[in-house]
């Protein structure tokens, strides 16, 4: 079992960076592959992916954030960090991180359980 963890600020004001931190924990990752997501919930909205890293050092962004999200993988300290610069009120949304881990059959995914963050002036 993998535990995920999200942690940062709960309240930013316009044109702040935004950085979450995930810190995940459990079972030793014993697979090949791995990637870490970040996932977020405006809103009454659905469920939007922002960025992955896998953990042979490729990363996927979304192409609505690319210019603004960064990723990192802290592999010593079991950390995963994302950075979100020039926020707006656009961006309050609860923030999910996740783990998918590659099985033989398939993957299995696990979630933090999220943390709001409000960009409000």
């Known amino acids: 079992q993998v535990q995920l963890q999200e942690s940062g600020p709960g309240l930013l004001k316009p044109s702040q960076t935004l950085s979450l931190t995930c810190t995940v924990s459990?079972?030793?990752?014993?697979?090949?592959?791995?990637?870490t997501l970040w996932i977020r919930q405006a809103p009454g909205k659905g469920l939007e992916w922002l960025v992955a890293k896998t953990n042979q050092g490729a990363t996927y962004t979304s192409p609505s954030l690319q210019s603004r999200i960064r990723i990192s993988e802290d592999t010593s300290k079991n950390l995963v960090t994302l950075q979100l610069a020039s926020v707006t009120p656009e961006d309050t949304a609860v923030y999910y991180c996740?783990?998918?881990?590659?099985?033989?059959?398939?993957?299995?995914?696990?979630w933090g359980q999220g943390t709001q963050v409000t960009v409000s002036s």
């Open positions: 459990g079972r030793p990752e014993t697979t090949l592959y791995y990637r």
């Open positions: 996740a783990r998918r881990i590659s099985t033989d059959s398939g993957y299995v995914e696990y």
